[in-house]
């Protein structure tokens, strides 16, 4: 049995986001499909994060194990493929040989995404599906301000969906920065975990405070209240990406 | 009559090109017919450039008279509706009104266009169709000094495709640069006006000098032929993107 552990890109509109789903197609059926026919049995593909419809990953960690040994080039050669073969629109960065105590979900000490805000009037084209079109002018310096409130140990709960299956609502947020790129507004942000929602959620509130309706103020008080009923708005999924997943020796 | 110049953004895969054809979708007649259900009577699109199928543009330079007077604001606004309605990948950046000497392609001072090359293994997934993907580690460097061969005023015959219309081959190239950020090799091109297939018979060329198979002398004897037959290679539509035209008093 080898375990080959993989980085995965992926363009989340066509699918019903990473878990399997029985009503549609999900980023997890298509490539347990493809590597299914690479490797001849039944393949589970563990991932770093589970993101939802729609969401995009330019660096997704994964593995899977196969009763089949090829050199981890050919493996992902071969997997791409069939990827392609299958019309999916996911491909494999990069594909190595790891040791079975390597566990892309159980091993990762940290998580981070990127959310893309296109700070323009006009209809998104190039960027469809990709981005988060906000038409009124954002300040990203305010945007940035705010968000250092969230960073640190917190009871995020404001920021949590009603479907999070996590045992606890208190996170430590590494990392939450707001940057400014032309006409784009990107938000960072870096944790051992997130809650469900928490980055759409957290971008929603920050979009409050780039459009000058909430302060850094009401941010902490959003926060402090634990109270999702408290929150301002929820990020649409379109401007997220999963940027990377950090492992033990890395 | 009211002239109104745009700066449009679009999406190149939906459509066979710039141009208006008899027996599939142009971006002309898409912008045509939502312009003719804005202003109530036909519409003629003249633009900067004439781009080819699966070509893209961040910033076409084009206008139309109407007979119909709104203010600019709400042109550009109604116009980006009606697009919105019929699905088209086509939006209107800005639009203001201009005197009926502004001509988008008889006025045009210089065309900008960029080609993207995503320089890496893996099929590509976030950027299928919008880039050419070489999997060779390509020489960037070497790519930006074999370009500076080209630039100036030359018979560019050699990177001119059999159905070029211009009456003459010679053309002044002001620009022609390479770049890498990260993964991706970038090819910046400026002149007054460009043969067809021009930037992506040069980009062909130099693809194959950062690959290490042409050198800055192949690429002077190609040019120096005047002879279709040297060319080495012509790049696919996917990367390459209209990125801007300059007009008298800008």
Redesign the interface.
Known sequence: MTRYALTL???GRPYMGFQRQAHGPSVQQAFEEAAETVVGHPVTLHSAGRTDTGV?A?AMRAHFDSEKTLPPFRM?EAL?AR??LAEQ?????DCVEVSEDWHARFTCLGRSYEYVIAN?R?????E?G?AWRIAQDLDAGAMHEAAQVLVGRHDFTTFRSAQCQSASPVKTLRHLSVRREGDHVIVAAEARSFLHHQVRSMVGCLALVGEGRWTAADMRDALEAADRRRLGHNAPPDGLYFMGALYPGE
Chains 1, 2 share one sequence.
């Open positions: 890109e992926y363009d995009h330019r992902g791409n990827l392609r629109a996911v491909a494999v960065l323009r006009a209809p998104l084209v190039l469809a990709r």
